[in-house]
């Protein structure tokens, strides 16, 4: 055969068409194939009315039964899917991340919020990116040695926080909205675990003893949060054109709760990283994320590169991380109280490598594998989570024989894959032998952790971070405290309430007391002694 184009490059381009040629096919057998099963759901709405307004990882789980691990529903002519199973999740999120890593518009947080700017609603985009390797280079595996004396330090102050707050733990733990609730005003001291731990991180910032101008614009913003329901669940996210109708027309409670998070999170963008930046080119300030990010991007003329994703990725950790860890440390608290014999082994477990004459370091985390078993059924026992944050399918796509639309959200219950009685035998049980296997973890004990922070390229990057700052504090608690069940005033003891409540993205304990009594030997009467004389 003869061609006036050189023969590579008809090469390449006979190549490219039969590519096309194969795809089209595919695309076109593809489309014949079923969309997911799912319930039949009613003309227009489609399943809109079958969908529950609270808890509905509860009912995608009980679907599974009928209509197998992918389920598929239609909102409005708008298709999303349901994965149950871990298979799912990974062979869809992370072996497919290419084309499942866009997140749907959720316009009512979004952009009437002021949520757009932080990487968890950005598209997958250039953006994205570039704000995923700038977490990667302060939160990543190989920056986390740089926090973990902040850590300990924290980890320490929390648990002598939680000594004097026995009546309300979740003071400690950074619950804002529900202490704005239960005191006649805010009663802020430095004794916010997680919210001090990210704020050191993200600017070198320490939380003052009462009040903190940082720390009480995200309590505001999460109260304002709150009212908004499940995210996606507003009927603007469901028919996007509703956007153009004017706000009031919804209430004023959701017209004022919108306006104010816009406020809060433009504040939240800009406040703390002028002051910090300001601190530090006085050279006064700790190091942090911040500081390290601009040293990175700072050229030779003093310009900062990528200043404004910095911003976002500063603001982004200190508003993303705090909530989440402060619901796992509750998770920690009720655990211990309800399970004393679990408590005491992992208490046994720590002693056995410490020996009564030293704190715990991360150094000595591979060394205790019980404490890692108990850090897996945290995560298990309650998912705080349970239904991550949406993605959005890009192309069209086959799989298991199923069509599934480009333009399709699709939902990852993660509640389903660590709260299943088939993978996890009695789950509402908190038991971290179920991980290990003689003296060995077993592999389902690391499975339990990935899944929690999310498989595949929208992988929480806090989770490293999150990981250390969890495992550190528990063991410094152990280590130094028993803690129980609270007495009332009659002498008889309170039994938690194990309910979760729900949020807009996340699930939180109700309110509880527990008792903290510090235990015998020279290192608690060091540590004590220093605390009382401080
Ligand atoms: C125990 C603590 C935490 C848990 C269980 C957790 C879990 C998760 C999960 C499940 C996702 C969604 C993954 C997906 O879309 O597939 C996520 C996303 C995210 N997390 Fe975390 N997280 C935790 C702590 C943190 C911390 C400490 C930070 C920041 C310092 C953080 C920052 C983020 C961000 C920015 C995203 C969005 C990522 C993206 O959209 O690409 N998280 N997290």
Redesign the pocket.
Known sequence: MTTLLPYPIFLALAVLVLLFVIKGKLTARAKLLPFPPGPAGVPIIGNLLDIPSENQYLTFSKWKATYGPIIGLKILGKPIVILNSRESIEDL?AKRGAIYSD?PHLHVMSKLGGWNWT??F?PYNEE?NLQ?KL?NMC?GPTAMPRWHSMLKDEALDAAFQLLKHQDSPQKVTHRYRFISQLLPFPHFKSCRWSGAS?MMAAYGHKVAEDRDEYVEMIDNLMNELAKLGNAGSHPIDVMPQLAALPLWIWGSKFKNSVTKQSELMGKILVKPFTDTKSIQERGIANRSMLSVLLEQNRQEDGFIENERAIKAVTG??YI??SD??AA?FDTFILAMMTYPEVQKKAQDALDSVLHGERLPEIEDRAAVPYLEALLSEI?RWKP??PL??P?RLTEDDEYNGYFIPAGTQII?N?WHCLMNDHDFPEPSVFRPERFIEGEKLQSQCFEVQEL?????R??????Y??SSA?WLTISVILTLFDISKAIDENGKTIDPDLQYDHGTLSCHARTYRCRLTPRSGPLVQLYMGEREQS
Do not use: D, E, S
């Open positions: 999120l997140r990487l968890p950005l994205f995923r977490f939160l990210i982004t950790a993303a991380g989440i860890m796992h995560f705080i989570g991550a944050i993605h990852a993660l929690a922070f999310g498989i595949g929208r992988v929480c990057p806090g989770k971070f999150a969890l």
